[in-house]
């Protein structure tokens, strides 16, 4: 009997038990037509939500790139590869992959033994790889370790990619928490990386605010200080905790925050927006993988600070995206309350930040079943509807990146950072796994103490 079979059949008998009960102080219930219809119900969806993790964990377990054992940027199923060579390794991507892979451990997919042998492939690969002060390139040759160009000045320190990795990394030093000698080395290599991130050189010298990138031929050129609600809490939180090169909850407050700048009293659709998305910006929300990325570990429930709840935040975000779907101002093909979720991703013409306000037609998976923790049945709709109705949009590694009814479009492709969240997002709904292990790190905990959160 395989996993999705032997999986059936326990949550045949738990509900059973539960529906049917087996109580003797209680009477008998007769099977009805309708209880019938609810185990079938709840079966079905348990199965989908299985098949997809175990399908996208398979990117980054099957599809990783085989020198590093880290995520590819990109797998083309047509073998067309234009952006980049099929051998680049995402940095941010493969931190969202160790988490994917923790859930293969968890639900069977993949054995904690050949887990740990990959992780520690991937720990001595980036301990050999290009850093710069110690924070990694968005690119890597996978190959090689050697940085491989995001754009022409991006060939240095990614503090934002960074992050994402750091993330993962430290989620999978505390589920290694045995005591066999391979796990311990593990935990050490990794908490030895984490080390060596110098977050507070990337304030470019002292100043109240992280920057992007460094670059060693063009300095800081690229001139990104990351101010503003987007995707990136994390790597403050991150950079707070640093137990060798940490920030100062100025650093937050005056350039995250931008002294409480960051607050926003606004509306959509009647849900609060909470903070400002675009601080420089008219559009009112983001794309939303800005609800994901940073939340893979990071537990916005009863995550509260000084300028925001951070559960209504992005709470709010999936159900603006769902009530605009629905809405349909664009009167596109195809949207409504089974087919919703705008993020960046591939589009018709090229790559898009998708979202209210830059609306194309191109619906990208991701932004919805990585919603699962906020929008439940929002998202099982999106699920349902794509696995039932929509299959040939479905591949190896689950459902490609996006598509287009309104156009007809869509190509056979797949990026890490949008199929990465998927399994993760839909675990943190289903058991709170990932946060559950983030969260207890002692680090990131006195992170979180400095910056002035309750959690």
């Keep these: 009997m395989n996993i999705l079979c032997t999986r059936k059949f326990v949550l045949i008998s738990m509900l059973s038990l539960s529906l049917f ?22 079966v079905s ?19 990783a790139e085989p020198n590093s054992g880290l995520a590819r940027e990109r797998i083309h199923m047509d073998n067309i590869y234009l952006e980049s060579p099929e051998n680049t390794v995402t940095t941010g991507g493969s931190g969202f992959g160790l988490m994917a892979i923790l859930v293969g451990i968890e639900r069977g997919f993949i054995s904690r033994e050949e887990a740990l042998v990959r992780f520690a492939k991937i720990v ?42 750091i993330q993962g990394l430290l989620t999978v030093s505390e589920y290694f928490d045995g005591d066999t ?13 984490y080390k060596t991130v110098e977050w507070d050189w990337y304030t470019k010298g002292g100043e109240d605010v992280l920057y992007w990138h460094w670059s060693p031929n063009y300095g800081w050129d690229m001139n990104m200080p990351v101010q503003g609600y987007n ?44 903070l400002n998305y675009f ?14 990325y940073s939340y893979l570990g990071l537990d916005p429930r009863n995550l509260t600070d000084q300028y925001a709840n951070y559960w209504t935040l992005t709470q709010n975000q999936a159900k603006i995206h769902y009530k605009y779907a629905v809405d349909n101002p664009l009167n596109y093909k195809g949207y409504g309350d089974s087919l919703w979720g705008l993020t960046s991703s591939y589009s018709v013409n090229g790559y898009n930040g998708h979202r209210p306000g830059n609306d194309v037609g191109v619906i990208s998976p991701t932004a919805a079943l990585s919603s699962f923790p906020y929008t439940p049945k929002e998202s099982m709709n999106v699920l349902k509807n794509i696995y039932k109705n929509h299959d040939s949009l479905v591949g190896k590694y689950g459902p490609y990146d996006a598509f287009s009814f309104q156009d007809n479009w869509y190509k056979p492709r797949y990026l890490a950072i949008d199929q990465g969240p998927i399994p993760v997002m839909i675990e943190n709904y289903r058991t709170g796994l990932l946060w559950r292990l983030f969260m207890k790190n002692s680090n990131v905990q006195n992170g979180l103490d400095v910056l002035g959160f309750i959690y």
């Design 21 to 42: 009960g087996c109580n003797n102080q209680k009477e008998e219930k007769e099977e009805t037509a309708e209880d019938t219809e609810v185990i079938e119900n709840v």
């Design 45 to 63: 969806d348990e199965a989908l939500l299985n098949r997809i993790q175990e399908q996208t964990i398979n990117y980054f377990w099957e599809g």
């Design 124 to 165: 001595d690969f980036l301990d050999k790889a290009d850093r710069f002060h110690g924070a990694w390139p968005h690119w890597i040759n996978g190959e090689t370790g050697k940085v491989f160009p995001f754009s022409e000045k991006d060939n240095g320190g990614d503090l934002v990619e960074t992050a994402f990795l």
């Design 181 to 193: 000698e391979a796990e311990k080395e593990l935990v050490s290599k990794i908490d030895a990386l």
């Design 231 to 274: 995707e990136c809490l994390i790597m403050y939180v991150l950079a707070a905790a640093s137990p060798t090169h940490p920030i100062s909850p100025t650093v937050y407050e005056k350039g995250w925050a931008k002294n409480g700048g960051i607050v926003s009293s606004k509306t959509y659709y009647n849900e609060d927006l909470v």
């Design 279 to 292: 601080y420089n910006d008219t559009d009112l929300v983001g794309p939303l993988f800005w609800a994901h």
